[in-house]
């Protein structure tokens, strides 16, 4: 099934330690994007790649990192979780070409405690 | 920077017509994007403005307005399966193409 896949689905982490969290795509899509949710604050983007080697900064991107060795992959890097980062964290990509529609993995859940 | 502001909650009754309003305030517009999230899923798609006036995708419409900074997702007959929170989303200038997304909707449809 075409798409995006993220893992893990859930996580319950200890404050300090480095987590990846892994996002996976199959479109061929050239972006491909980080967001966080929390309640009553929608989705926050933190980082973002238009093209493979490319990454930009969003608008939450302190304490996080990402890498973009290819079209395809596309990890989250906590290096010293807080429990501020406590969240859904969404991955998404899209089609340069077009950009008009942003699919979505299904989150994975965080906790940092 | 940029803004988006819509209402926070929205109850309606099954079979009804309901409106999500959202405006806007950006630098570079390149369109008005709507996302549909249900508990515990992922966003998805649902419609794309990027000139004045209204697109249909069956039961759910789209208006936007330039001028206004201001855009609209239309549901008609709706149905217990539309209870889900909307988004409204707009490209983050000088980011390619990742969206700035508004704080969501949250539509409750009633019996």
């Known amino acids: 099934i075409a798409g995006i896949t993220q893992a893990p689905t859930s996580q319950i982490l200890a404050a300090g330690r480095r987590m990846t969290l892994r996002c996976t795509q199959d479109?061929?899509?050239?972006?491909m994007y980080w967001y966080r949710q929390d309640l009553g604050l929608g989705l926050r983007l933190i980082h973002y790649?238009?093209?493979?080697?490319?990454?930009g900064k969003g608008e939450v991107p302190d304490g996080y990192s990402v890498s973009r060795a290819n079209t395809d992959d596309f990890p989250l890097t906590l290096a010293s979780a807080v429990p501020s980062q406590t969240s859904v964290y969404f991955c998404?990509?899209?089609?340069?070409?077009?950009?008009?529609?942003?699919?979505f993995g299904q989150g994975t859940r965080l906790t940092v405690v | 920077g940029q803004s988006l502001e819509q209402p926070s909650e929205v109850t309606a009754v099954e079979g009804a017509i309901v409106q999500i309003n959202c405006t806007y305030q950006?630098?570079?517009?390149?369109?008005l994007s709507w996302y549909q999230q249900h508990d515990g899923g992922a966003p998805t798609f649902l419609s794309y403005?990027?000139?004045?006036g209204l697109e249909e995708t069956g039961r759910f419409s789209s208006f936007l307005s330039r001028s206004d900074s201001y855009g609209y997702l239309l549901l008609q007959e709706l149905q217990m399966k539309d209870s889900a929170s909307y988004f409204c989303?707009?490209?983050?200038?000088?980011?390619?193409?990742?969206?700035?997304f508004g704080k969501g909707t949250s539509l409750l449809v009633t019996p």
């Open positions: 998404a990509s899209s089609d340069s070409s077009t950009g008009t529609e942003a699919f």
């Open positions: 479109m061929r899509h050239n972006a």
């Open positions: 790649s238009n093209t493979a080697g490319t990454t």
């Open positions: 950006t630098s570079g517009f390149y369109g």
């Open positions: 403005n990027a000139l004045d």
């Open positions: 989303a707009v490209r983050i200038s000088n980011s390619g193409y990742a969206l700035n």
